[in-house]
């Protein structure tokens, strides 16, 4: 049975660089798996970031940016904001279901 | 404006059923993919089950198959997940999401509807 993991935690300064991944305990994360990532607030209903690897929703600021990293999915976010203070988790497509990771929490510091 | 709006949880005692819906609105419902997705209290989001635009195709976690059945009506804009003999480890909020276009995911979601386990 395929298990995702993500970082449980990470911090990052106001400004800087962080780049979370999300791997597969089945092998090398591909573009087959279309990862998604998705930002969690307390309180809050997930919201989509990324889909498909690299595509960004209408509404995902310019600063999150989603790629494949060695054989991993990752999601980077650049010039890290105060709101940017969150649990995101990334989502992997296997033969028809879909698998999130247990979430990384990210602290902005 | 894309909205879904769950509704259908509830406490129920351990073995017992409940219908969750998730009604939507702002887009053409009969054209996408839909997902539920749950969060048990302090935990991380699961995906739970999808279906395609006509309910041809159905996809299950394994820890609900045989217990879970998603469903649709495109008539009435609806999706529903019918849960039978629920067990304490099924608690958690539920969420309605809407698929992306043209690849695996989702992109807009509801707030959610709470389905407590307990006798």
């Known amino acids: 049975q395929t298990v995702v993991t993500q970082e449980p935690s990470l911090t990052v300064s106001p400004g800087g660089t962080v780049t979370l991944t999300c791997a597969s305990t089945?092998?090398?994360?591909?573009?087959?798996?279309?990862p998604n990532w998705f930002q969690q607030k307390p309180g809050q209903a997930p919201r989509a970031l990324i889909y498909?690897?690299?595509n960004k929703h209408s509404w995902t600021p310019a600063r999150f940016s989603g790629s494949l990293l060695g054989d991993r999915a990752a999601l980077t976010l650049s010039g890290v904001q105060p709101e940017d203070e969150a649990d995101y988790y990334c989502?992997?497509?296997?033969?028809?279901?879909?698998?999130f990771g247990g979430g990384t929490k990210l602290t902005v510091l | 404006e894309v909205q879904l709006v769950e509704s259908g949880g509830g406490l129920v005692q351990p073995g017992g059923s409940l219908r969750l819906s998730c009604e939507a609105s702002?887009?053409?419902?009969?054209?996408?993919?839909m997902s539920w997705v749950r969060q048990a209290p302090g935990k991380g989001l699961e995906w739970v089950a999808n279906?395609?635009?006509?309910?041809?195709?159905?996809y299950y976690v394994d820890s609900v198959k045989g217990r879970f059945t998603i469903s649709r009506d495109n008539a009435r804009n609806s999706l529903y997940l019918q849960v039978n003999s629920l067990k304490a480890e099924d608690a958690a909020v539920y969420y309605c999401?809407?698929?992306?276009?043209?690849?695996?995911?989702?992109?807009?979601w509801g707030q959610g509807t709470l389905v407590t386990v307990s006798s």
């Open positions: 702002g887009f053409t419902f009969n054209t996408y993919w």
């Open positions: 999401a809407r698929g992306t276009v043209a690849s695996p995911g989702t992109d807009y």
């Open positions: 498909n690897t690299n």
């Open positions: 089945t092998g090398a994360v591909t573009s087959g798996n279309y």
């Open positions: 279906i395609n635009q006509d309910g041809s195709e159905k």
């Open positions: 989502l992997l497509h296997s033969d028809g279901v879909q698998i």
